[in-house]
């Protein structure tokens, strides 16, 4: 006679959770619940922030296209016709054209000279280990928390004790000063992110320093420089309280002195059209230049985070 064991069955503990029981009801459909609310809010607010920087510009650029009288009577109408004539006016009458080719030889020497002098002292400090290094690097933070309106006096006397008074290299000269601690600051965290491996290479294939520095390591620091470079372009080109101390001279003004004396001239003879006009031409070089470059801006802000 065959018998078949059959095993007791295992009692079930008394503590042992029930993970049906555990899991909370609507778990999954709660939490996107959750989730859409908060897309909705933040998307909500970038909109809500995009008006109300995006309508100002606008409303400018259409009333700079407006005579005077549309302007006071349908401020938010769109315009009967396009008045060019108001652009033209600012730009011969206002004298706008000369302030935007001083504004220009200004901010690009300034601008260059910043990026070249300020990307080789950031790869020296962030590749090279000698003393006093983390010393000088300290020196450019601090100068990035100095205000400049504590030197504005002292520097007066300095440029015109060089004979740099009222002159367009003296002010390009204070503007790469005025520059410098934070594109070294950016850069060198920029330049320590890059992989030492390319350099290691040039130096075993007979590369100087500066060969490697120009024609490797600076190609790869492109996304930074771009990046630095719009941050120096849109505080160069928005300075007012520099050229107004060290650039007097009314033939030498940039476009900020110009759109002051502007708005004081325009302003009592009521020609509030080319005022916008010449408010729009300062304004748009900026706008094109951060929409090209947006970007590259972005690449440069996070590949110095990334290894």
Known sequence: METTDTPAPIPAEPHAPNAKADTPVGGPSRAKREGTVLNVFSHGM?????????????????????????????PWSLPDKLHFENWARAWTD????DYFLNTVLVVGGSLIGTLVLGSMAAYVLARFDFPGNRFIYYLFIGGMSFP??????????VVNNMGLLNTIHGLILVYIAYSLPFTVFFLTAFFRSLPTSVAEAAFVDGASHSRTFFQIMLPMAKPGLI???????LGQWNQYMLPTVLNTDPDKRVLTQG??????????????????????????????AYIVFQRQVVQGLTAGALK
Do not use: C, E
Request: charged share 10%.
């Open 46 to 74: 970038l909109i809500l922030w995009a008006f109300m920087v995006v309508m100002p510009l606008l409303w400018a650029v259409m009333t700079s296209f407006k005579d005077d009288r549309s302007i006071f009577d349908s």
């Open 94 to 97: 206002a004298n706008m054209s």
């Open 227 to 233: 990046s630095v470079g719009i941050f120096n372009f």
């Open 259 to 288: 759109l002051v004396q502007l708005a004081a001239s325009q302003g009592y003879k009521g020609d509030w059209s080319g005022l916008f006009a010449g408010l729009v031409m300062a304004m748009l070089p900026v706008l094109a």
């Open 148 to 157: 400049i309106m504590l030197a504005l006096v002292p520097l007066f006397y």
